[in-house]
């Protein structure tokens, strides 16, 4: 019985043998033995190599979800600061359209009559009684307010260098009080740098009882250099445009030269 349990793995020739002389296959045995062993080694490398791959997947995994906790912090930043932009630019872009009223106002950019003026420089201007200038006037209404509106006069001459007063008339034909604002704008554009009021009613709040009706007056100049100006030098007309719109109460643009 000890044979045949010994000789369970030996070949088939060994096999034989071991019957017909009642011996072991000491050669088959050990190879048996050499065999278990090397599986036994086999079998403690595979499972060594697959923990390896386990941990090294594991410290793949947890770096992969670091980077993507990092990219996901550096989008929301990002993005943060994408909004913060837009914000700004929308910000921005409501008050550009009274900044940049200002800057035309300041400058004649657009045709916008400059708002400053030297009260000593009125004083000592001297009038160009050689180049006469027609002024004419006009006058609208935006559509949100209901204000008859129109110039007093429809043109004066003035000349360069001389002051010169005109008025506008404003009627509230409505049942209820309308508080109204205006803007205005001179053309030619390029004269607008020229064409200084000293006082007038626009960008001020002007507040109108129902059915009440008053006049605005605008007393303004044309710089002499008017006349030096090559660009101007077929200029013999300007025209002055008011356009009036209902303002929300409490609403006032200031702007800097005016009385």
């Given at each position: 019985m ?28 050990t ?6 062993s ?8 595979t ?25 996901k912090?550096?989008?929301k930043t990002?993005l ?5 932009a ?12 009274p900044?940049?009223?200002l ?9 916008a009559?400059v ?20 002024v ?8 949100s ?6 110039p ?32 205005y ?8 740098q ?27 100049y ?5 006349d ?25 643009l200031p ?5």
């Open positions: 000890l044979s045949s349990f010994l000789l369970r793995g030996c070949t088939a020739k060994h096999y034989i043998q071991a019957l017909s002389s009642t011996r072991l296959c000491i050669d088959c045995c190879i048996r033995r050499l065999a278990t090397s599986s036994q080694q086999f079998l403690r490398r499972t060594q190599r697959l923990l390896n791959q386990s941990r090294g997947a594991k410290t793949h995994k947890r770096k992969h979800q670091s980077q993507a906790d990092d990219w912090k550096k989008n990002i943060t600061y994408i909004a913060a837009g914000v700004g630019m929308i910000g921005m872009s409501y008050a550009a359209v900044l940049y009223r800057y035309c106002q300041a400058t004649g950019l657009g045709g009559a708002a400053g003026h030297d009260t000593e420089q009125v004083a000592t201007m001297k009038p160009v009684r050689d180049r006469i200038i027609k004419t006037f006009n006058a609208d209404t935006h559509a307010i209901q204000w008859n509106f129109r007093q006069q429809s043109e004066i001459y003035v000349v360069p260098g001389e002051t010169a007063l005109a008025f506008y008339r404003a009627r509230n034909p409505t049942d209820k009080p309308v508080i109204g604002i205006s803007t704008n001179v053309v030619p554009f390029e004269a607008g020229y064409f200084n009021k000293i006082q007038c009613f626009c960008f001020e709040e002007q507040r109108l009882n129902p059915h009440e009706e008053v006049d605005m007056p605008v007393f303004f044309i710089d002499p250099e008017f030096e100006d090559p660009r101007m030098a077929r200029v013999d007309t300007i025209t002055l445009s008011y356009t009036f719109f209902e303002a929300k109460e409490g609403q006032h702007l800097p030269g005016y009385s």
